[in-house]
T-cell receptor, first 112, second 113 residues
Framework: QKEVEQNSGPLSVPEGAIASLNCTYS??????FFWYRQYSGKSPELIMS????GDKEDGRFTAQLNKASQYVSLLIRDSQPSDSATYLC????????????FGKGTKLSVIP | ETGVTQSPTHLIKTRGQQVTLRCSSQ?????VSWYQQALGQGPQFIFQYYREEENGRGNFPPRFSGLQFPNYSSELNVNALELDDSALYLC????????????FGPGTRLTVL
């Protein structure tokens, strides 16, 4: 069974610090990787997508992908209380798949 | 640009009843996927529709069924509701088939009593 694993947390970081969120996946054929942010009681919001090994930066967010280790991470720099949410890692199980397999999410709390 | 919309926002049903949930995809998006999210879990893929045809299905029983209409809007139907069907039901749209960048609507919270 294709799996996406995340540490459920909660992960607590002080305001202004770097938050590091990690995700591992089981299917070596996966080609695209996504991070969603979900506030309590709301739906997931796509914040980052990454397709190639290495880093991808977008504002305060950096996604890092290592296909050899089957590992994708999300770094949030200068964390703000408004970043407090659950972060979901999503991976299509194999090349050309049309569905997303989600991890259970990591709950992040940014302490003012 | 109009985002993904879903209706209703909340729904309460009793065990054994049937329910229909509705979704309008984002403008220009022709692919719609449905997910079920139980409390404390990540979303679970139910099925996807492309050009009015089911294009893939997750591990859900046949009492979960759907439709897509020519305007790319979609319905999720669940028959013979069970208590475990209580969840947030999410619709996501994509601009093209196999583009896994999926954008979610606000969801429908279904409670089965």
């Amino acid at each position: 069974q294709k799996e996406v694993e995340q540490n459920s947390g909660p992960l607590s970081v002080p305001e202004g610090a770097i938050a590091s969120l990690n995700c591992t996946y089981s299917d070596r054929g996966s080609q695209s990787f996504f991070w969603y942010r979900q506030y309590s009681g709301k739906s997931p919001e796509l914040i980052m997508s990454i397709y190639s090994n290495g880093d991808k930066e977008d504002g305060r967010f950096t996604a890092q992908l290592n296909k050899a280790s089957q590992y994708v991470s999300l770094l949030i720099r200068d964390s703000q209380p408004s970043d407090s949410a659950t972060y979901l890692c999503a991976v299509p199980p194999g090349a050309g798949s049309y569905q997303l397999t989600f991890g259970k999410g990591t709950k992040l709390s940014v302490i003012p | 640009e109009t985002g993904v919309t879903q209706s209703p926002t909340h729904l309460i049903k009793t065990r054994g009843q049937q329910v229909t949930l509705r979704c309008s995809s984002q403008s220009g998006h022709n692919t719609v996927s449905w997910y079920q999210q139980a409390l404390g879990q990540g979303p679970q893929f139910i099925f996807q529709y492309y050009r009015e045809e089911e294009n893939g299905r997750g591990n859900f029983p046949p009492r979960f069924s759907g439709l897509q209409f020519p305007n790319y809007s979609s319905e999720l139907n669940v028959n013979a509701l069970e208590l475990d069907d209580s969840a947030l039901y999410l619709c996501a749209s994509s601009p093209v088939l196999l583009d896994n960048e999926q954008f979610f609507g606000p969801g429908t919270r279904l409670t089965v009593l």
